[in-house]
């Protein structure tokens, strides 16, 4: 079967750095994708990644290993407002998007 | 204004009852996608639409039809609401691009009592 793992929940520190891990079993595999999720809010975009490396924009970053079948997201110099969900989706073979429950990330001050 | 809209935002009803969700874009995109949440679970994909004329089932569809009425506007109907379709739902829209990024609805809160 498809599976997406990430875990539940993760606190950090307002100033910190923090990596989210997502694990991901698909048929086949055409990207992962992080989204952004605010409490009550739309998700909206972060990343995308298909080929190995680590993308970096401002002070999210995302990694792909596709041969571990591994991503992360990385976030750095944490502010309060990152306070949020982070939504890990891989693209299976037939382009359909596999997504995690999410993880929800707490920042204290 | 949003670019992705969905009315009503918020909604409570009973067991029985017939709900339609609606959803209109500016974004000018072809593909619409109608999605549930629920606490603890990934988002699960409930019907897809690539252009007018063309309506995909998602993994989740069962008590659940749709209509694409205009390139613009996308809706969903519980033809029968029943309890365990209390969730959060959203609407989103992607480009022609199979790896386009998904752009999301406000999301219509869900109460079936």
Redesign the interface.
């Known amino acids: 079967g498809q599976n ?1 793992d990430q875990p ?1 929940e993760m606190t950090a520190t307002e100033g910190a750095i923090v990596q989210i891990n997502c694990t991901y079993q698909t048929s086949g595999f ?2 992962l ?1 992080w ?1 952004q999720q605010h409490a ?6 972060l990343s ?1 990644n ?1 080929l190995d490396g680590l993308e970096e924009k401002g002070r999210f970053s995302s990694f792909l290993s596709r041969s571990k079948g591994y991503s992360y997201l990385l976030l750095k110099e944490l502010q309060m407002k990152d306070s949020a969900s982070y ?1 890990c ?1 891989a ?1 299976d073979s037939n ?8 993880t929800k990330l707490i920042i204290k001050p | 204004d949003a670019d ?1 809209t969905q009315t009503p935002r918020n909604r409570i009803t009973k067991t029985g009852k017939r709900i339609m969700l609606e959803c209109s874009q500016t974004k000018g995109h072809d593909r619409m996608y109608w999605y549930r949440q629920d606490p ?6 409930i019907y897809y639409s690539f252009d007018v004329k063309d309506i995909n089932k998602g993994e989740i569809s069962d008590g659940y039809s749709v209509s694409r009425q205009a390139q613009a506007k996308f809706s969903l109907s519980l033809e029968s609401a029943i309890p365990n379709q209390t969730a959060l739902y ?1 609407c989103a829209t992607s480009d022609y691009s ?2 386009g ?7 219509s809160r869900l109460t079936v009592l």
């Open positions: 997406i539940t055409n990207g994708f989204y009550g809010e739309a998700p909206t975009f995308y298909v939504l989706a693209l382009y359909q998007l596999i997504w995690g429950a999410g | 992705v603890g679970l990934g988002l699960r994909l959203f199979d790896t990024e998904l752009f999301f609805g406000e999301g």
